[in-house]
């Protein structure tokens, strides 16, 4: 099938239509909302009568995954199923998009109240790039300008991310409100949700940072389960296999027919990044077992082309039976290597650079000025440096105080309740001795104590431990400063329920804290190879913050 795209001029030059356009579905394709040509569509694909069904989507996310899994690749593309089932998935995404009623108003203060307004598109899109823009009409290519040109500004964070406008243009071709597609693709960029085992699903990456620790990660994941073609695409690249694979994101939005992508959309929607990561794998196997016997001469295009024409080879379905098989690839797993290769990446070129050694007091991301906090522990100075350790995107965050012990109570009930589902958050501890160390936790910690998952780990690798006196120490997860595969008591970084709150696990306590907040001790542990962050290593409690990191959009 043809890959229709777009570039920059489309978009410039479609800028002012199509700002008040009716997304209500129109006569014929039903499924398919008012912004889809669907004469194009009708040219280049078969489109069976739609048949809708009305099965009702199951509430719990493993049963979702299993009933997507086994009928997506049944779905042929004007079931009536998608449109709803679409909608219902992208709602449970929690984010941080906001209402109509602040989109209408930026879109307006953008493109004017007719739309005779044309901004630049913003530079969170690679202008460089032609994107496919699939079935879309001009005046559904305009919707797809107005949602990223909004969503950037309102949203200045987030500063990077190549696929957002593919994305867009396929969630177009379902989803009735322009709201909705814009809700739906800020949700996927912030998302703040868990999974029922706690673990956090990504959907898309916001930096340039975050893009190349994915591309490492995909490199990580096809020398493990797709060794063989990684082996022969490193032979016939040379020194050009890690361009090559950078690509591999392109292979499902850039290559694949619209059908693959819609079915890998109903997959991704629910499960988030890992599905990506699945299919790219399996398309990168079965292009090494079509052309193995024969090396090209321009791998990059070689890889293109097969995926363009994949679908007179390999069904979808057997696309995503094959993805679905690879034992072991998680979400887990996936985090464990994004960190990893982040912390790397930051070390060798980001300003953030993560404190390897006790003995250094770190480097700053630069002047950051901070709303003055009043907190019962830390001066200005000390929560300044707190904030140059933090990963750098949560610079443009202010601190507050969210508990205090003094005001709320010393029980990790309070704690939890009034932390609620804040995050990420800074944990502060002072003793009697008035030492003062804590903790930056990445994960809410209601999660866990509200479903008293007792003695149960969760977190991520950019979480640290730190110690402001004596002296101001920053101790990073091990697996952003060490080599090689790490053992599972090297990634326990918090266990909390109402008993006791742990940090950093593994032949010791990073911190350990009982319930009523008065007793604790503090031990080496091999999630941070920390030192005891006081003297004694037992302490009293004197007093302890959470801190919490606000947007100032809030």
Wanted: aromatic residues 10%.
């Amino acid at each position: 099938m043809k890959v229709f795209t777009y570039d920059v001029s489309t978009f410039e030059e479609g800028a002012k239509l199509g700002v008040n356009g009716d997304s209500k579905a129109t006569e014929g394709v039903l499924v398919f909302t008012a912004w889809v040509d669907k004469g194009l569509l009708q040219k280049n694909i078969s489109l069976p009568h739609a048949e809708v069904d009305l099965t009702h989507l199951p509430s719990r996310d493993k049963d979702l995954k299993k009933y997507i899994r086994s009928l997506s690749w049944q779905w042929d593309l004007t079931n009536g199923v998608r449109p709803g089932l679409w909608s219902q998935v992208v709602a449970r995404i929690q984010g941080r998009a906001h209402q109509r009623e602040e989109y209408e108003q930026c879109k307006k203060s953008l493109f004017g109240e007719r739309g005779e307004m044309s901004p630049p598109l913003p530079t969170v899109a690679d202008r460089t790039v032609q994107f496919p823009s699939y079935f879309l009409s001009q005046s559904g290519l305009c919707v797809v300008r107005r949602v990223v040109t909004v969503l950037s500004y309102l949203h200045p964070d987030i500063t990077w991310c190549p696929v957002l406008i593919p994305v867009t243009c396929v969630l177009l071709h379902y989803l009735q409100e322009e709201i909705k597609v814009y809700q739906a693709v800020a949700n996927m960029l912030t998302h703040t949700g868990r999974t029922e085992k706690g673990e956090r699903r990504t959907y898309l990456f916001d930096t340039r940072l975050s893009h190349e620790a994915m591309n490492r990660v995909f490199c990580d994941l096809a020398k493990r389960y797709a060794k063989a073609a990684y082996v022969f695409l490193k032979d016939v690249s040379g020194s050009d296999v890690d361009t090559v694979m950078s690509d591999w994101v392109w292979w499902i939005f850039g290559a694949l027919p619209f059908e693959y992508v819609v079915h890998v959309m109903d997959c991704y929607l629910v499960e988030g990044m890992k599905v990506l990561y699945r299919v790219g794998v399996v398309l990168l196997s079965k292009w090494h077992k079509q052309v193995s016997g024969a090396p090209p001469s321009d791998v990059r295009q070689s890889i293109q082309d097969f995926c363009q024409n994949i679908s007179s080879n390999i069904p979808v379905k057997d696309i995503l039976k094959k993805a679905f098989k690879i034992r072991n690839l998680s979400r887990k797993l996936c985090s464990t290597l994004q960190q990893r290769h982040l912390a790397t990446l930051q070390r060798k070129g980001a300003p953030a650079i993560t404190i390897d050694s006790p003995t250094h007091t770190g480097h700053t991301h630069g002047s950051i000025a901070l709303t003055p906090v009043e907190s019962g522990i830390l001066n200005h100075s000390q929560i300044h440096q707190l904030w140059c350790w933090l990963p750098q995107r949560f610079s443009l965050y202010e601190p507050r105080v969210i508990f205090s012990s003094s005001e709320d109570g010393y029980h990790l009930r309070n704690l939890y309740q009034k932390c609620g589902d804040n995050q990420p958050i800074v944990l502060v501890i002072k003793t009697r001795n008035d030492e003062i160390f804590g903790a930056f936790i990445t994960e809410s910690l209601d999660y866990t104590a509200d479903k008293n998952k007792s003695r149960s780990y969760f977190g991520t690798g950019e979480m640290f431990l730190f110690t402001l006196t004596p002296g101001p120490v920053k101790y990073a997860w091990v697996g952003t400063t060490g080599s090689g595969d790490l053992s599972p008591s090297q990634s326990m970084f918090i266990s909390a329920d109402y008993n006791s709150l742990v940090i950093g696990g593994g032949d010791g306590d990073g911190i350990f804290l009982d319930q009523e907040m008065n007793r604790g001790h503090t031990k080496r542990c091999r999630t941070f190879n920390n030192a005891p962050l006081c003297s004694s290593g037992d302490f009293y409690c004197v007093s302890v913050e959470v801190i919490g990191l606000q947007h100032d959009e809030d």
